[in-house]
């Protein structure tokens, strides 16, 4: 079984910014992808961003290029998702994930973490 932890989510009003992590204790993935997903109420889970631990190809939904970065730390077993200029329509409960498969559906990961919660204030 594998822990993903997440944290950083909270309140924030628009235009402000936010930081998630995502840690891996204990474990190394070489060969694997790490991805953020978000649910909005009422909504479907959607992809948000990934990154690959080796190598560090990344890939961003179309509604937060430009916004969003994500970043890795492989000494830390952690990935960061650093949110700029967020807008109320972010708002939503966001989901660590790996596979091995990664991209940009959910297909692609078996192991979640719980969700941390991000609420962006107009």
């Known amino acids: 079984q594998v822990q993903l932890v997440e944290s950083g989510g909270g309140l924030v009003q628009a235009g402000g910014s936010l930081r998630l992590s995502c840690a891996v204790p204990g474990r190394t993935f070489s060969d694997r992808a790490m991805g953020w997903f978000r649910q909005a109420p009422g909504k479907e889970r959607e992809f948000v961003a990934t990154?690959?631990?080796?190598?560090?190809?990344?890939a961003f939904a179309d509604s937060v290029k430009g916004r969003f970065s994500i970043s890795k730390d492989n000494a830390k077993n952690t990935v960061y998702l650093q949110m700029n200029s967020l807008k109320p329509e972010d708002t939503a409960l966001y989901y660590c994930?790996?596979?091995?498969?990664?991209?940009?559906?959910?297909?692609?990961?078996?192991?979640w973490g719980q969700g941390t919660q991000v609420t962006v204030s107009s």
């Open positions: 994930a790996t596979g091995t498969v990664g991209g940009s559906e959910l297909r692609g990961y078996d192991y």
């Open positions: 990154i690959r631990w080796r190598g560090g190809s990344i």
